[in-house]
């Protein structure tokens, strides 16, 4: 008779394909078995009927800006908020830390930070910027995910953009290095000169900002980027797409051959700016929010299946950065969302919509780990994976409260939302690091590097 460590019994098992009654044994941090009524003895069992059993989140898009900016969220609180929300595998940004992860560096020093302080696995992006394509190559022999580039200002002095020439021979080099390409994709030239017109002009309000930042200059940039991942051969991911029309340029790239993928966000799929003008800069965001009617064509991409992956793009700042102000351009552009993601999307898509479970499934993990290389281990409810595992209740609700958020500073968009179903527990590697409302305290958190390395 064999002995487990920990053996689910009777949940409905979700994976990126289909849903089914079985048990999941564990040990040794891997799935081990799966089936209905599995035989044996474990040290710890746990009744999972009535819950669903999904693969942990992964959430590749992240910023938990340590080190040298651990004031804004750090990656203790950062993780324990992931782990809180069904997550157990993050990817971090290489900006907003202080130094930035441009070089091999500056990766050993978040390397050494994220160790020291996450509940959760995790993997690093590279950045590429302007005078560091000499040190792609040491990122990639690091384990770097891929390397992210912004099309428009970043808003961070020691992260500068891409200029076109940057990007264009950025992606040579990382085609060569056999490693993707991420992209903020906005166009430098249409947003700052809209911007300038608007402060020249007085115009400094919510909808100011949103009209200096339009569709067409999402278009722009992804049309561009996707042109010089066609002429140099390199795997391309368009982050955060806002609109509808951008996952539709992707995916027509995408038929024509071209390696491209995108992502959106939850804040894309449930807020709107109208949502802006009330809530203020706590949804303040670059993309910024759109209409619901635009809102409405980008969950049509989604449910086709068009939108490879939806990451949160978790980028929170002390709620002095997040104060408003006279002018609304001077505010923080970004979302604490980490902790919400799979929530927003079991009310707002699987609830609401009739986004089958399995997708949403796909959509969290599956697709992520596959796309960047992953897959070894991770995205997987399946024999020899990772126990990269959450237990969700459907049948509960919870309105999110400020005391909820495991975040450094506890603020959101999404609070006073009801949320549909409730994360029982999380496990990474067969370790539980949250059950019913508390994480663990002692950082279990390993570096995970792409499958090729």
């Known amino acids: 008779m064999s002995l ?55 959430d590749s ?5 340590e080190p040298g900016r ?40 978040k390397v050494a930070a994220a160790k020291a302080s996450s509940i959760v696995d995790f993997a690093l992006w590279g950045g590429l910027v302007p005078g560091n394509r000499e040190q792609l190559a040491e990122l990639a022999d690091k384990g770097v995910i891929g390397f992210k580039a912004f099309m428009s200002n970043s808003g961070i002095e020691d992260f500068a953009a891409a200029d076109d020439l940057t990007l264009y021979e950025g992606m040579a080099q990382a085609a ?12 430098e030239q249409i947003t700052s000169a809209l911007a300038q017109r608007a402060l020249k002009q007085g115009r400094t309000g ?73 809530l203020g800069a706590i949804a303040k965001c670059a993309p910024p929010l759109r209409s ?42 970004g979302i604490s969302g980490c902790q919400s993601l799979l929530s927003l999307l079991l009310t707002e898509g699987y609830a609401q919509r009739g986004l089958p479970l399995h997708q949403i499934s796909a959509l969290t993990s599956f697709n992520v780990a596959q796309r960047y290389q ?6 997987l409810l399946t024999i020899n994976a990772d126990a ?13 409260r400020k005391q909820d958020l495991f975040y450094r500073h506890p603020h959101s968009p999404y609070i006073g939302e009801s949320l549909r179903g409730q994360i029982v527990s999380t496990f990474v590697r067969g370790i539980k690091v949250f059950h019913q409302g508390i994480p663990i305290q002692q950082p279990i958190g390993q570096l995970v590097t792409p499958d090729l390395q």
């Open 176 to 187: 060569l290095l056999g490693k993707i390409v991420a992209v903020h994709a906005e166009d």
């Open 292 to 333: 619901a009617q635009e809102q409405n064509a980008l969950w049509k991409q989604v449910q086709t299946g068009n939108v490879d992956f939806i990451a949160s793009d978790h980028s929170p700042t002390p709620a002095s950065m997040k104060t408003v102000s006279d002018d609304f351009f001077q505010i923080w552009g």
């Open 70 to 109: 651990t004031e804004w969220e750090g990656i203790a609180t950062g993780s324990r908020a992931l782990a809180a929300g069904g997550a157990t595998l993050f990817g971090d940004m290489p900006l907003n830390s202080t130094p930035p992860t441009i070089n091999a560096e500056n990766f050993e020093l």
């Open 206 to 278: 919510a909808y100011d900002f949103i009209s200096s930042r339009p569709i067409i200059a999402e278009l722009a940039a992804i049309e561009r980027a996707i042109l010089f991942a066609s002429e140099t051969g390199c795997a391309l991911h368009i982050v955060h797409v806002s609109s509808g029309r951008g996952v539709s340029m992707v995916a027509e790239a995408r038929a024509r051959g071209i390696d491209v993928s995108c992502e959106t966000c939850p804040h894309y799929l449930v807020l709107t700016e109208e949502d802006l003008e009330t």
């Open 374 to 379: 992953l897959l070894a281990h991770k995205g």
């Open 4 to 58: 487990y460590d920990l053996l689910i019994h009777g949940g409905t098992l979700v994976t990126a394909t289909e849903s089914s009654q079985g048990d999941v044994a564990i040990a040794e941090g891997r799935i081990v078995d799966l089936g209905p009524e599995l035989s044996g003895t474990a040290r710890e069992e746990i009744d999972a009927r009535g819950l669903h059993v999904m693969a942990g989140v992964i």
């Open 61 to 65: 898009h992240v910023h938990f800006n």
């Open 388 to 400: 990269d595992i959450v237990l969700i209740d459907l049948q509960q609700h919870s309105v999110l």
